[in-house]
């Protein structure tokens, strides 16, 4: 494994597998991650390595590790959006009916509590949010289409997504520009405000924080080929 990584090529562990590429040395100096009831021994054999106990996954680019058995198809589609962009990965979620983009750095779903009998899911909200995504959504807005208080409703959102409601609308409007800016050449302030982003100045803020490039790079290493007529 060590070969490999130095030929250039990325290795990616899932629960447990970690421990070998900490065996392996590859996570000397490197944040990573394990499933949370190992998080403490993996710290405690490569104290050289950052063990993050409580994420979903960890890429450090050429190694990329991840949480348990359910955060593993999460790793796996991050990856796969990396090396072929969002729509392929979008498509292969919708495949295996798993969500399409969890971000690495929501915590594992660790005693999950259950919501309460007679207590309805919020899934209706999200997809009222997702299907207005260019829309001034604030928390009072989301909490109010679910017939809840803010305070209450950002409870159950952490409970049922594993992040909090702000995280997860940035998140999906992310995606929404990532799918804008892959398959259309419409101009990146107009992909700003149809997602939700205002200005574009604001897209390339979010853009650098959660994807470490811009819009315009993004563009130029995923847009699809236009086929010829």
């Not at 960890?58 to 590790?65: A, G, R």
């Not at 299907?131 to 928390?139: F, K, R």
């Not at 799918?179 to 390339?204: M, Q, S, V």
């Amino acid at each position: 494994m060590r070969a490999a990584v130095e030929r250039g090529a990325r290795v990616l562990s899932i629960c447990t597998g970690a421990f070998l590429l900490g065996q392996a040395g590859l996570l000397d100096g490197r944040r990573c991650t394990t499933h949370w009831q190992y998080t403490g021994e993996l710290a405690r054999r490569h104290p050289q390595a950052r063990v993050e106990s409580d994420v979903l996954y960890v890429d450090e680019d050429p190694v990329i590790t991840g949480a348990g058995t359910a955060a593993g198809v999460d790793t796996c589609l991050h990856l796969v959006r990396k090396e072929h962009g969002s729509a392929v990965a979008n498509a292969i979620a919708r495949r295996m009916v798993a969500p399409p983009h969890r971000e690495g750095g929501q915590r594992q779903y660790r005693e999950r509590p259950q919501p309460r009998e007679g207590t309805a899911s919020l899934s209706p909200v999200l997809t009222w949010i997702e299907a207005n995504l260019d829309h001034d959504l604030t928390v009072e807005a989301m909490a109010h289409r679910a017939h809840l208080s803010p305070r209450t409703f950002a409870r159950r959102f952490q409970q049922e997504t594993g992040t909090t409601p702000l995280q997860w609308l940035t998140g999906q409007r992310i995606l929404l520009a990532q799918h804008h800016l892959e398959t259309t050449d419409d101009p990146i302030t107009a992909i700003a405000r149809r997602t939700g982003f205002a200005t574009i100045d604001n897209l390339r803020h979010h853009f650098a924080r959660r994807l470490g490039t811009t819009p315009q790079g993004y563009r130029r290493t995923f847009r699809a080929p236009l086929k010829e007529s």
